[in-house]
């Protein structure tokens, strides 16, 4: 069977569109759009060999003194170290911190709303909430910019429903009405569909914040929420961010088929490039001869052999005769009809194919509607931080903000990507994005993070039945995290035009970023390497750094007291762990007590 036009005329236009790529036009022919498509034609893609300018490497080595608690606190009252060393010990209270939900809800009983509000904020409110509402965030956010410390700005207001509550919405919200009408849906992967049993996704997760779809309205509503969070970086502070979550801006049954979408394009092409014997190569070598591809669609039945030859041949193929993984993921790039993107290859019938039999009207404007919102956000000009999610979602989160970055990139990084380095694909993925916008000449933007759902998604990969995602262990992780920030580093040297969030709280991260950063050459004051923490912790890592010149954020949430006591549960949790394991905070924060009331600060305030 061949693929027809109306089936295959998607892939035809747009690989036409692609494969202009390394073509040898006038720059006024190359700047016109073509099929619909915008091309962007570059020529080959060399790897700088990283020549030191003189200048460079006159730069003298940076070196941050982390056990320096004058520096590391002297933006904090002795009332606030107080309270830090009040809250992290109470964290490592195991009974507090496992019943913590249900001693603040007796404790509001007992005290009354009011008092109940005033001793929060005196511990963990006051600890890691920056306040009620973007006004009253201003006053901490102006005196962490007077101590070199910026904001990335997170409303961190979140539903307080039960698990059963949880596990209706996200069954309702990632089932479609094909799927409900009966159980024989082509060509689903259980990955990329919805289980009841980890329909709670707030389950083992502890430093994300989750979103559960209602409706539409209460979509817009967060929007509305994160525009209002953007306004407010961009007036509390001149060079703030602010972070959003995909699954917070429509129905995510979208996010859940687009990514099994994307994935199954990634698999044809691998199935591609092992019948051209390249299986073994990296990712980015992996390069499908054309004469060869054609052979293999000719074979497995996809497209008669004229049809072939024209898809693939002329002046719009160019010099190269190859494709990689690049211009291949490109061919998905048609939004006009939102659902004419989710089309799979079926290699048993050498047809693209619906990934569902049919679509109503409704899911269509409700993906639609997605895209919009996120367009919406990213129009406002404040720099962005699109947080990542688990992998059934990621691939849709990461091309959609792919696509914000080839649009609001082009003059500097706006819109940033997360990549979670437990993943074992998080380098492909990092090194990928990086050759694109190298291509295509745009802004690449990213936070690294070491990952917030590893048990969870641990769990579900092993009861399901798939790969395991995450990496084999923290080393494995840290491994990871270091390769993927080395890449990006590399990137800033060379080209200058990639920006880089150390999200971390690992003090060895840090350092191995100082290390990197000191052998290239790159300097604190090109603002091109961020640090960023969250509020209430490491600020023995964060003030330091802030101080030395580096740009460095805290994520600061903020909302009302009873609207974010999920937030704080969390917290409690996540410090648990974090002061267990180390009790370096605790001993710099009682070190610099003494050191204050044996010098005769006994009521000392920061002055800025």
Known sequence: ACLNHTNFGHFKTVLKCRSAVASTKTQEEKEQPMGGCAVVETGPVEFCQKPKSDAKTRLSKIHIDFDNTEEAYKSKANMELLRSLLVFKLCTIDLLVDKNRELMELSKKLLGQWMFEKIMKMTFYGQFVAGEDHNSIKPLIQKNQAFGVGAVLDYSVEEDLTQEEAEKKEMDSCVSEAEKEGPDVIHREKKYKAHRQFGDRRGGVISARTYFYADEAKCDKQMETFINCIKASGGASADGFSAIKMTALGRPQFLLQFSEVLVKWRQFFNFLAALQGKSEMMILDQKLELEQLEASMIKLGVGAKNDIANWFSGEKLGLSGTIDLLDWNSLINDTTKISSLLMVPNLETGQLEPLLKKFTAEEER???????????????????????????????????TLEMQRKFNREKPIIFNTFQC??????DNVSLDIELSRREGWYFGAKLVRGAYMYQERARAKEIGYEDPINPDYEATNRMYHKCLEYVLEEIECNGKANVMVASHNEDTVKFTLEKMNEMGLSPSENKVYFGQLLGMCDQISFPLGQAGFPVYKYVPYGPVNEVIPYLSRRAQENRGFMKGSQRERSLLWKELRRRLMGGQIFYTPVY
Do not use: C, H, W
Request: charged content about 25%; aromatic content about 10%; proline content about 2%.
């Open 422 to 427: 437990y993943l074992k694909e998080a380098y």
């Open 366 to 400: 409700q993906m639609k509607r997605m895209l919009q919102r996120v367009d919406v956000l990213a129009k406002n000009g404040v720099r962005l931080m699109v947080d990542a999610e688990q992998t059934y979602f990621q691939p849709a989160i990461s091309r959609l």
